[in-house]
């Protein structure tokens, strides 16, 4: 067989496999399981040893996972709430934290100003944009984006 014969078939097949794939379900949720808290406890760092209040969760499967991530945290300290390394809370400021998705969701509502964050380049080609708030009852409102790259 000739190899320009070979090249349509090869892209045909990864076309055909491509549709076959499934990368698990997209989630959006108010309340989310103790199995996705945990998710983001590990992939995102947080210190299990500081309680924290789920607002919402959205998983967007695909090759690369994206998750975002709202929560309250029973700390007024931002640097209790992280592990570092390699999240290193010191370089947070008052500065606009873009996020990329959840602008539909209705939890989803990080405020226009008054937010103190930063980007994160993670370990395994993982990163995420994180912002707070700080509340009047010495809470956190903690809005997290994650994704793999």
Not at 13 to 42: R, W, Y
Not at 74 to 86: A, G
Request: net charge negative.
């Amino acid at each position: 067989m000739k190899t320009s014969r070979i090249w349509p078939l090869i892209i045909s097949g990864a076309l055909l496999l491509g549709g076959c794939l499934d990368f698990g379900p997209n989630i959006s949720t108010m309340a989310p399981s103790s199995e996705h808290v945990k998710f983001c406890q590990t992939e995102m760092y947080l210190n299990p040893e500081v309680l924290i209040e789920p607002r919402g969760f959205m998983l967007t499967s695909g090759i690369d996972k994206h998750v975002l991530f709202k929560f309250v945290a029973h700390t007024n300290d931002v640097s209790k709430l992280f592990l570092s390394p390699p999240v290193d809370t010191l370089v947070m400021n008052p500065k606009k934290v873009s996020f990329l998705g959840g602008m539909s969701k209705d939890w989803w509502d990080p405020p226009s100003s008054g937010l103190i964050g930063a980007n994160y380049d993670l370990p395994s080609a993982k990163h995420m944009n994180v912002a707070y708030v700080a509340n009047d009852d010495d809470t956190l409102t903690v809005y997290i984006e994650w994704g793999e790259t």
